[in-house]
């Protein structure tokens, strides 16, 4: 899926949104919801209040924004939608179901949430991927899960080598104000420390053993000369 902003020769904003499929419908409605605010016509799609009044062009510019990007077979069978907010409350239920469905989607993505542990021979950056797509499916759903939150289950369910960062953070760093990317950071940070250490202590085995394969031939040379 493609989607971007970029200027044309005259300085003008010139979007290029992305394609909708049957996959990637949490990532579309973030990139399509930022595109419709730099157009300044997404409150024809989310009013700011129930008073907001959305002017007719407004609300034109946004559903052409949607149509654009979206397949034919949905344009079709969105055809009848007067209203950008009505076309959007469409897709939304076709892909992310009723709000019973929804529900019990996000039931099953907490409980997913809470159950998940990184591995010892896991990454950060793996880790920190799966974290982040739980709960940007979670938020794209309605669920109002804190990033507070976000944070404080990523310490709980980091391994035992990353201990003493996690147990720092906690003590040190106030975990309702930060954020998840400044907790991987540091935890990235910390992931190559160890992994330095590690090289490094391979390496003097690694010439420890050397000299030790060495020590022994220079000995069995010296006791072959004795006997001669």
Not at 151 to 168: D, G
Request: charged share 30%; with cysteine; aromatic share 6%.
């Amino acid at each position: 899926m493609t989607g971007s902003i970029s200027n044309d020769k005259e300085g003008q904003v010139s979007l290029h949104y992305p394609m909708l499929s049957r996959s990637n419908y949490v990532v579309w409605d973030i990139k399509m919801k930022l595109f419709m605010q730099a157009q300044g016509v997404w409150d024809a799609v989310e009013p700011r209040t129930t008073n907001t009044v959305v002017e007719v062009k407004n609300d034109k510019i946004a559903m052409a924004s949607i149509y654009q990007g979206i397949p034919e077979d949905l344009l079709l069978a969105l055809a009848e939608k007067k209203t950008a907010k009505e076309v959007w409350k469409a897709l939304k239920t076709m892909f992310m179901g009723s709000d019973r469905v929804k529900t019990a989607r996000i039931q099953t993505l907490r409980a997913e949430f809470e159950a998940l542990r990184m591995k010892e021979s896991e990454c950060v950056d793996k880790f920190a991927a799966k974290i982040r797509n739980i709960v940007s499916t979670m938020r794209a759903l309605g669920d109002t899960i804190q990033e507070s939150d976000v944070v404080k289950k990523l310490l709980r369910a980091i391994p035992s080598k990353f201990l003493q960062i996690a147990s720092t953070l906690e003590q040190f760093g106030n975990l309702d104000e930060m954020s998840i990317e400044e907790i991987i950071g540091r935890l990235k940070a910390h992931e190559e420390r160890m992994n330095g250490h590690v090289e490094n202590e391979e390496r003097r085995l690694f010439i420890t053993h050397q000299e030790w394969t060495d020590r022994n031939k220079k000995k069995t040379k010296e006791g072959s000369k004795n006997l001669l």
